[in-house]
């Protein structure tokens, strides 16, 4: 599978901002998937996940409550919606997929594919 994130940019803290993921090739046999986020110097860290057989949901602690991860359609199976940004939350964001049931949804190495992220800042 080959996957596209879109729909970052510029805001305002407590704004709001939508993010997409788009997808191409093998998406029947998905086990979950996910986003991140990455910072300069830092790790990339897992922010939500959703397992795609159950649609259950889940979010890092440090978005619980503010974003939402849910699936789309066809082309565009996964999306992020972020509410009460903060500008710590300004990062490049990451959509994931993985086949596998294997390890947590929440392991960054549990992942196989990846898209190109998609800058999201927040002013202050």
């Known amino acids: 599978v080959q996957l596209q994130a879109s729909g970052g940019g510029l805001v305002q803290a407590g704004g709001s901002l939508r993010l997409a993921c788009a997808a191409s090739?093998?998406?029947?046999?998905?086990?979950?998937m996910g986003w991140f986020r990455q910072t300069p110097g830092k790790a990339r860290e897992f922010e939500a996940g959703?397992?795609?057989?159950?649609?259950?949901?889940f979010y890092g602690d440090s978005v619980k409550g503010r974003f939402l991860i849910s699936r789309g359609e066809a082309s565009t199976p996964l999306y992020l919606s972020m509410n009460g940004l903060k500008p710590e939350d300004t990062a490049v964001y990451f959509c994931?997929?993985?086949?596998?049931?294997?390890?947590?949804?929440?392991?960054?190495?549990?992942?196989?594919?990846w898209g190109q992220g998609t800058q999201v800042t927040v002013s202050s």
């Open positions: 090739g093998n998406t029947f046999n998905i086990y979950a």
């Open positions: 959703i397992h795609w057989t159950t649609s259950t949901t």
């Open positions: 994931a997929a993985r086949y596998s049931a294997s390890g947590s949804l929440s392991s960054v190495g549990t992942y196989a594919y």
